[in-house]
């Protein structure tokens, strides 16, 4: 299932892309237990981000856009996820606020 996902925050796309790198490595050190596989490739204007977690063999994918002010994630996820698609989210804007203070 398509789920979108966006945050505001104030730095610039630089400062963003400089933290938000961070996401997928911490995500991987803090559910090293959970996730059995992950990968992540930035474009070379660093504004999008491609990636795919797989977790208790399912797989979550999708792109994340840096786009001025804008975190935006675009993401296919499993079914099972999609029911818990408020919990996932809070989770991530979390993570996200972590990361960008």
Known sequence: ?????????GLSQEAAYTKISQLIPGLEKQYKDKIEYSSWKWNSKRNKMNFDLTIKGKTLSGVLHLAGNEIIINADVPFIVSL???KVKTMIRQKIR???G
């Open 1 to 9: 299932m398509k789920k979108t996902f966006t945050y505001i925050h």
């Open 98 to 100: 972590d990361l960008l």
């Open 84 to 86: 818990y698609w408020d």
